[in-house]
């Protein structure tokens, strides 16, 4: 009789462990990493599918090493992340949008764009044939100071793109005594916006191309290098530009 009991005790115990659900494991729908060339800083987000995020950033100096670990909730609505109860700590914001292969946070106490290396969420404001050379960065007062009118951000479009080309064209043409490089010689950043008047206006940062892909990440600041380096404000609009400034010498 104990072995019929221990058997009908085995077959009660393997019924119900066959009867409860299997946990689901959560799974990644977007993964994106920076990783700092100049001061050893690397960086990571990983969104989850159960709405939950987990950021990882790693700091290294000569003087220390610091490792820090942040986690929380979010929503996805179409293009922009927002981060509820607490909100982005590391920066201090509530949201993110994903910018042409990029995440970029916004309104937070620093700019931050993290590359996406994995999703199955669809871009649907990516411009596909974006040239490589092009970096975009969304506007925010906090970060950008350089539009003297009440302005809102804008998102390019592709035919924004051809039309920035253009303009930058027609403005080293129209000054090749001060700009000795043609326009494919440059990486472009481009912050874009709209003025009061409803025109696309926008400010680009041409820098020399070198090996570095660092300027997709943070806009240049260069004080000197003569033509290698200059500014100007396109309004696209109206197809004209203005506000032009090329860099002097060392």
Do not use: W
């Amino acid at each position: 009789m104990k072995i019929i009991s221990v058997f009908l005790s085995l077959i009660i115990f393997l019924s119900f462990c066959k009867c409860q659900p299997t946990k689901k494991e959560k799974q990644d729908v977007l993964e994106a990493e920076h990783i700092y060339p100049y001061n050893e800083v690397n960086a990571s987000i990983k969104f989850y599918d159960d709405s939950t995020y987990t950021f990882n950033i790693f700091q290294k100096s000569s003087y220390y090493k610091k490792n820090e670990k942040y986690s929380g909730k979010y929503l996805l609505e179409k293009d922009t992340i927002k981060f509820i109860d607490r909100g982005f700590q590391f920066l201090t914001c509530r949201i993110a949008v994903i910018n042409n292969g990029f995440v970029e946070f916004i309104g937070g106490s620093a700019p931050l764009k993290l590359k996406i290396t994995e999703t199955s969420i669809k871009d649907e404001y990516a411009i596909n044939s974006l040239d490589s050379s092009y970096a975009l960065f969304s506007y925010h007062p906090n970060y950008y100071d350089f539009f003297s009118e009440k302005v809102k951000p804008y998102s390019l479009k592709k035919n924004d793109v051809l039309a920035i080309n253009n303009l930058l064209e027609l403005c080293i043409s129209e000054n090749n005594n001060r700009i000795t490089h043609n326009v494919n010689s440059y990486t472009k950043q481009c912050v874009a916006v709209t003025n009061a008047n409803n025109e696309i206006e926008v400010i680009i940062y041409c820098n020399c191309k070198d090996e570095s892909k660092g300027f997709h990440y943070q806009i240049t600041a260069v004080k000197d290098g003569c033509d290698c380096h200059f500014s100007v404000k396109l309004n696209l609009t109206k197809g004209k530009y203005s506000l032009l400034y090329i860099n002097g010498s060392a």
